[in-house]
């Protein structure tokens, strides 16, 4: 009885073992898949982006929902708490791009592998292929899990429920967490798609599809209001956009793209201010001057995207430049500075890196992640109600939640 008991090999579960163990408590990790940390062997096309090498500070700015919930849980164990976790048990790491931390052999199965030896060295038991029916709650009280195999009731004084989101069903993520929460009395806030591409409206935005625009600079509208500013990369699929710019900007649109489309402006030069544009405009007008307009863009756009350009200028593809207005110049140059889309939806689970909602944290203690309305429950990673942007700042919430959920629970089962 005397034992923690965690449901969920991914991220937040495996990081709960390790924090539960290191307390000296018996610790039993069940986990309904062949295998430990399934998703993470997807995450980072395969890579596993595992954090983010910013000051510990500074990843508050990168949380999309309930960040201030975090301070505990981040403080307590940090990203460079974990980057040393995973270089102490043979994975060494390297930082990229945007101070992303990857392993240094590229392989998200070195994460796992490097996870599953520190779960070994602290003798954590590990069930494999083991799905959780629900919990054991008896008058009020939790007294541990039902496996859905064996139809028997494994007692604990601790339970951590980690079983992840919605996305990614493939791997398991099919809501389970959600249910067992209800179960202890638990609101369970609207879950949507996040980190996931959108949907667009226009026609000649699918017919880009497979271009990809570099430091570029999107604004997604509601109305008047902007709801996120993102620079950097931008992918034209066959049903709209993608690319990291896309994905961090569907985290802040979920929500209202709910009610009502949205609009996206893409800045397709936001290095150049509209003067230095028109400027350059000019420029690149005098030199080709006796050319159809058509054919005059090559310096300014990718070969895929001068005839949608042409086509939405108004402008006569086959008029001379020198004949062009200054009129019709100036509504190619507002084009440029914003490329209009119109975001219809979000993909689905499927597509989405993570899920936004879940558990309400107004629920949980943060300084421990117990349950306020079941003693002894805790809960970790993407089953609360916790979302970040893309650069490893979602699992670093895995790896926080879960530790301070595993260690609190370790200490609630000695008492």
């Given at each position: ?410 200490q609630r089962a000695s008492e």
């Amino acid at each position: 009885m005397n034992r923690v008991v965690i449901i969920g090999g991914g991220a937040a579960g495996m990081a709960a073992a390790i924090g539960a163990a290191r307390t000296g408590l018996e610790t039993h990790l069940y986990e309904k898949n062949e295998k430990l940390g399934k998703k993470l062997y997807i995450t980072g096309k395969g890579r596993c982006n595992v954090t983010n090498a910013c000051e510990t500070e500074e990843l508050f700015a990168n949380m999309v929902t309930n960040g201030k919930f975090l301070y505990s849980a981040m403080y307590g164990f940090t990203n460079f708490d974990m980057m040393s976790l995973l270089e102490s048990c043979g994975c060494p790491l390297k930082t990229e791009r945007g101070a992303r931390v990857f392993p240094v052999s590229d392989k998200a199965s070195d994460v796992t592998a490097a996870l599953e030896k520190k779960l070994r060295s602290l003798d954590v038991k590990v069930h494999l292929n083991e799905p959780v029916k629900g919990l054991s709650i008896e008058e009020g009280c939790l007294r541990g899990i039902l496996l859905q195999n064996k139809n028997e009731t494994i007692e604990a004084k601790t339970v951590i429920a980690a079983t992840g989101g919605l996305s990614y069903p493939a791997t398991g993520s099919t809501g389970d967490g959600y249910r067992f929460a209800k179960e202890a009395g638990h609101t369970v806030t609207p879950l949507l798609p996040a980190l996931v591409p959108f949907n667009c409206a226009e026609p000649d935005v699918r017919a880009l599809q497979g271009l990809s625009l570099r430091n570029v600079e999107i604004t997604v509208r509601d109305g008047k209001r902007i709801l996120n500013r993102e620079f950097g990369e931008l992918l034209f699929t066959h049903f709209g956009i993608s690319g990291p710019v896309a994905l961090s900007a569907s985290s802040f649109a979920a929500k209202a793209i709910q009610e009502r489309p949205l609009v996206m402006e893409i800045d397709l030069k936001p290095a150049l201010s509209r003067e230095q544009l028109g400027a350059r405009l000019l420029r690149d007008f005098e030199e080709a001057k006796n050319r159809q307009f058509k054919n005059s863009l090559g310096r300014l756009f990718p070969a895929k995207l001068i005839p949608v350009m042409v086509e939405r200028s108004g402008i006569d593809p086959n008029k001379r430049v020198n004949e062009i207005t200054v009129r019709e110049r100036e509504q190619l140059l507002s084009l440029t500075k914003a490329f209009r889309v119109t975001l219809t939806g979000l993909r689905g689970f499927g597509e989405a890196i993570i899920t936004q909602g879940g558990v309400q944290v107004k629920e949980i203690d943060p300084h421990t992640m117990e349950s306020k309305k079941l003693p002894g429950l805790f809960f970790a990673g993407e089953l609360l109600d916790l979302d970040g942007v893309t650069g490893g700042f979602n699992l670093q919430i895995a790896w926080s939640t879960g530790m301070l959920a595993g260690q609190s629970a370790g200490q609630r089962a000695s008492e």
